[in-house]
């Protein structure tokens, strides 16, 4: 199973919104409401902050939101803050044999 | 306040073993399906293995299939990862991480990690 492709570094100034594509196939992306985005500040755990393709967790900040067009899904940060900057990875349940393929990974610099 | 707590990662010799634990705490841990996520030097994180909520269910990626064995003890709320014939590739921050609802559904929470390096 292949990592899903997402773009290596974007980034932006405070206050502006970004976006961070993640394509896959349609044997996982496309095919399952299963595609969750993860927060990862290095050395740290990673946190979950979206699910099942459009849900955010209880806690997390509404800035955070996530959509899905085909076999390509995306996180939308709104109001970009400087706590935002750190690693972001997509997840898409691709059957019962390969519960999680993540994506490889989007730095998001805040200028 | 759900805790993840990893443990015996360290420095091993390619075609050595390890065994990681976690120790859970925080929820009712036979209730869901448990999992390990690894993280390479410089690189992204990627699946390793899955058990389910009974543990009479396993799913290992195809790079550890055949040499890591993913296991867990229901009465004392720990997850296991047993890791045969390492190579270098294998070195990693190995997370143990809990499934959102059920198998594959997302994982909501994360332990700290633990370092596994394989060197001679």
């Known amino acids: ?111 | 306040e759900v805790q993840l707590v990893e443990s015996g990662g360290g420095l091993v010799q390619p075609g050595g073993s390890l065994r990681l634990s976690c120790a859970a705490s925080g929820f009712t841990f036979s209730s869901y399906a448990m999992s390990w996520v690894r993280q390479a030097p410089g690189k992204g994180l990627q699946w390793v293995s899955s058990v389910s909520a009974s543990g009479g269910s396993s799913y290992h990626a195809d790079s550890v299939k055949g040499r890591f064995t993913i296991a867990r003890d229901n009465s004392k709320n720990t997850v296991y990862l047993q890791m045969h014939s390492l190579r270098v590739e294998d070195t990693a921050v190995y997370y143990c991480a809990k499934d959102l609802y059920y198998h594959g559904s997302a994982v909501d929470s994360w332990g700290q990690g633990a370092l596994v390096t394989v060197s001679s």
């Open chain 1, 1 to 111: 199973q292949s990592a899903l492709t997402q773009t290596a570094s974007v980034s932006g100034s405070p206050g502006q919104s970004i976006t961070i594509s993640c394509t896959g196939t349609s044997s996982d992306v496309g095919r399952y409401k299963l595609v969750s985005w993860y927060q990862h500040h290095p050395g740290k755990a990673p946190k979950l902050i979206i699910y099942e393709d459009t849900y955010r967790p209880s806690g997390v900040s509404s800035r955070f939101s996530g959509s899905k067009s085909g076999n390509t899904a995306s996180l939308t940060i709104s109001g970009l803050q400087a706590e935002d900057e750190a690693d972001y990875y997509c997840c898409s349940y691709a059957g019962h044999d390969t519960p999680y393929v993540f994506g490889t990974g989007t730095k998001v610099t805040v200028l």
